[in-house]
């Protein structure tokens, strides 16, 4: 099972807005809205931000906003604060029943 | 509030085996599956193995199969994940996962740290 692919890094300065891409395939995000969105700052355990694409749990900002179109989903967040510094990771169920991840992306606030 | 405590890494030869445990509280345990997921120094996250509440159905990933056993002791309220045949490219901080009502990982542990070296 291949990673999914994401950018390795993105930036943006507060107020603005960045998006970031989770690209899969037929076998993953593409056959299923089973696409979450974790964050990680450093030193830290990841921590759920979207699930099924595009639901926010309880306690996460509305600034982050999830989507999806065929194989590609993607994670916005709006109104950048320097507390979004961090790293970001999707994860897609897949047709085999297992769980894959995106090899991850760093958001710098300049 | 739902608390995953890790425990078990530490420095071990390459082929010798390891035994991780994750204790669980403020949930009902056997009524969720859980995850491992593990991350190498300074790398991305890798999935490695899930357990539903029926511990008949487990899943893992191709890089660790035939070699490392996810477990779980409802009496207890632990996870396990039982390590053998351990490779140099297996060092990663371990983190247990609880899998969410929406396809999700909802709640991690703070991870434990197993380094395979000579």
């Known amino acids: 099972q291949s990673a999914l692919t994401q950018p390795p890094s993105v930036s943006g300065s507060p107020g603005q807005s960045v998006a970031i891409s989770c690209t899969g395939t037929s076998s993953d995000v593409g056959s299923y809205n089973r696409v979450s969105w974790y964050q990680q700052p450093p030193g830290t355990a990841p921590k759920l931000m979207i699930s099924?694409?595009?639901n926010r749990p309880s306690g996460v900002p509305d600034r982050f906003s999830g989507s999806k179109s065929g194989n590609t989903a993607s994670l916005t967040i709006s109104g950048l604060q320097a507390e979004d510094e961090a790293d970001y990771y999707c994860s897609s169920y897949t047709t085999s029943d297992t769980w894959v991840f995106g090899g991850g992306t760093k958001l710098t606030v300049l | 509030q739902v608390q995953l405590v890790e425990s078990g890494g530490g420095v071990v030869q390459p082929g010798a085996s390891l035994r991780l445990s994750c204790a669980a509280s403020g949930f009902t345990f056997s009524h969720y599956g859980f995850h491992w997921v593990r991350q190498a120094p300074g790398r991305g996250l890798e999935w490695v193995a899930i357990i539903r509440p029926d511990e008949s159905n487990k899943y893992s990933a191709d890089s660790v199969k035939g070699r490392f056993t996810i477990s779980r002791d409802n009496s207890k309220n632990t996870l396990y994940l039982q390590m053998s045949s351990l490779r140099t490219e297996d060092t990663a901080v371990y983190y247990c996962?609880?899998?969410?009502?929406?396809?999700?990982?909802?709640?991690w542990g703070q991870g434990t740290l197993v380094t395979v070296t000579s």
């Open positions: 996962a609880r899998d969410g009502p929406n396809w999700n990982l909802d709640y």
């Open positions: 099924e694409v595009s």
